[in-house]
């Protein structure tokens, strides 16, 4: 059975790779007016890689994202509706109760809709009281309403008339006959406090002078209160309820523990055997004069679609002319970049703030996997079951067969391009593992205090190999929002980079092959499918072989970018 995200707060929460992992390097002082990098590569004539139809035909919407409005839903309104919805239970009246159900489903999915918009508003600029503080009661009113509509259904269902809830899907009624109404109102306190601590991380995060000490003291409330929900739901750990019931995963802490071994024993050495042609690299790339202007980020996504596949290209024209996307530098946007999907528009939308620098190119070639896969498989952001792994590789291969393109992207600066991008990945795997680590170790201390989270966090770095690449030492873990927002999300990118790295590895003996073979991935609804299950469907290896390591290895030294 498919797991159900119960807290609307973990909706489309598909932050990408690029939010966090370079947050600490960015480099502003090497964007130049006028490049050779200035225009559209020469070469327009050509057959893309992969044709045929490999999506569903589009459902979604056709609204200009500033046509999108936030609609007011009355609580008291839809307390009032649920309570007669309830009453159905009394009657076998299923066109009635069907009717209200509906109306009521429709207004839960409004109030997701004002909290996604508000979501995005908010990231624009967290120093918004206003937005900031709408943002939250959204939120909590989000969690509040599906809660007792939750309840209604259950009685409806407990009922001597269930039947009249026969059309409405099974795994809502599944998740509604699960119910426990008796911790329902504590778990939402606690929610809603996870959520207000969140928030507040943002605030400190964009603040004129960062309080390390201030930011350390809503880690560890935030610590605290989801030990709390864990303990609460029954769970031993918080690891174990956050694997399960926040993101769907069907393994375990212990198994991603045991490939954090391997990772340390055989990634971590080889990513330090090429660590200096990475740098190298990089700080080539850096110092080129690359124009990393908006406008040709988004023409050299249009080139790369318009080679891959012409349903590629069918999403991005409606990421441009629907403008579903703020990618644009600004002095008040929170540090970071995600893709969330705006429910009842049915749009996904990219926000990010870029770094103004070559990386700016691979954080939208991996935000734009997310869209493309939101854009023909929509999304239900109330009931709906997310694979955020999946949601991972789908997002980090677009990053791999964008590879493909880079000539026409970057010139003669290509081949530190891919391997900027490999390097980026062999990064996803360690650091998934090093934060997934350090997360686990953090919930399991006892009496734990800001300065112990620093000695842990540098204890997991040194045990990596990581510690002469932390920027602020200690204090790096305090970068990366996925510590606040959504513990032990971190892993999944870990995970797909591996599976993400083995769709590299199919490049030499084949650009088509490997880019169907990423089609494939990209089009399966991550709402359907396992991570597991969706490699099995792909055909990729399984990312928990004993042998997964020497695998990786293997997959990269084909690509021939490392001496």
């Not at 918009?117 to 709408?134: A, G, V």
């Not at 426990?180 to 606690?190: G, I, R, T």
């Not at 493309?372 to 067969?401: F, H, K, R, T």
């Amino acid at each position: 059975m498919r797991k159900i995200i119960a807290s609307v707060l973990c909706i489309s929460i598909l932050l990408s790779l690029s939010s966090c992992i370079f947050r600490s390097r960015k480099i502003t002082d090497n964007k130049l007016p006028d490049t050779p990098f200035s225009s559209q590569p020469s070469n327009t004539s050509f057959t893309p890689l992969v044709d045929g139809d490999y999506f569903p035909e589009y459902s979604g919407g056709n609204t200009k994202f500033e046509d999108m409005e936030i609609q007011e839903v009355n609580e008291d309104e839809f307390n009032r509706l649920c309570d007669e919805l309830e009453s159905y239970a009394e009657t076998d009246d299923s066109e009635g109760f069907m009717q209200k159900y509906n109306q009521l489903n429709e207004m839960l999915h409004t109030i997701v809709t004002n909290y996604n918009l508000l979501e995005i508003m908010n990231y624009q600029d967290p120093s918004d009281e206003e937005i900031s503080d709408k943002c939250y009661e959204e939120s909590v009113l989000a969690i509040a309403s599906q809660t007792s509509l939750t309840i209604a259904l259950k009685s409806v269902l407990e009922g001597e008339h269930s039947n009249i809830a026969n059309d409405i899907p099974e795994y809502i009624k599944e998740y509604a006959l699960s119910y426990d109404e008796e911790n329902s109102e504590e778990n939402n306190k606690l929610l809603d406090k996870e959520t207000e601590l969140t928030l507040k991380y943002g605030e400190l995060m964009i603040a004129d002078e960062i309080d390390p000490y201030q930011i350390g003291e809503v880690y560890l409330d935030l610590v605290e209160t989801r030990k709390q929900i864990a303990t609460l739901n029954g769970y031993d750990s918080y690891a174990e309820y956050a694997y399960e019931n926040v993101f769907g995963r069907n393994y375990t802490p212990d198994d991603v523990s045991a490939l954090c071994e391997s990772v340390k024993k055989d990634i971590v050495p080889y990513y330090l055997e090429h660590i200096d042609e990475i740098e190298e690299a990089e700080a080539t790339l850096s110092y080129s004069e690359l124009d990393v202007s908006s406008e040709r980020i988004k023409d050299m996504m249009k080139y790369g679609a318009k080679k891959l596949s012409p349903e590629v290209l069918d999403a991005y024209n409606a990421l441009i002319d629907l403008n579903l996307n703020d990618i644009e530098p600004s002095m008040t946007k929170n540090n970071m970049g995600f893709t969330t999907y705006i429910t009842n528009y049915k749009e996904p939308f990219i926000f990010n703030s870029p770094y103004e620098n070559y990386l700016d190119y691979s954080t939208m070639f991996h935000e734009f996997g997310h869209f493309v896969s939101s854009y023909y498989n929509p999304e239900d952001s109330v009931w709906g079951y997310c694979d955020y792994d999946l949601a991972e590789l789908q997002s980090q291969g677009m990053e791999v067969i964008f590879t493909l393109f880079y000539d026409g992207v970057f010139g003669e600066y290509a081949i530190e391009a891919k391997q900027c991008t490999i390097g980026n990945l062999m990064r996803s795997v360690i650091e998934g593992c090093m934060y997934d680590e350090f997360q686990r170790r953090v919930f399991e201390e006892k009496n734990l205090t800001t300065y112990r989270v620093c000695e842990l966090f540098y204890e997991t770095a040194e045990d990596y190999g990581y510690e002469d690449m932390l920027y602020y030492g200690e204090y790096d873990w305090m970068l990366i929002s996925h510590n606040f927002e959504s513990a032990f999300y971190y892993v999944s990118y870990a995970v797909s980079a591996l599976s993400a790295l083995e769709i590299a590895a199919l490049i030499p003996n084949g650009e088509k092959e490997a880019a169907e073979t990423y089609i494939k991935a990209l089009s399966l609804p991550i709402g359907e499918y396992s991570f597991t299950d969706a490699l099995e469907e792909i055909g990729l290896d399984d990312i928990f072989d004993d042998n997964i390591g020497n695998s990786l290895i293997n997959n990269i030294d084909k690509l021939n970018y490392f001496n």
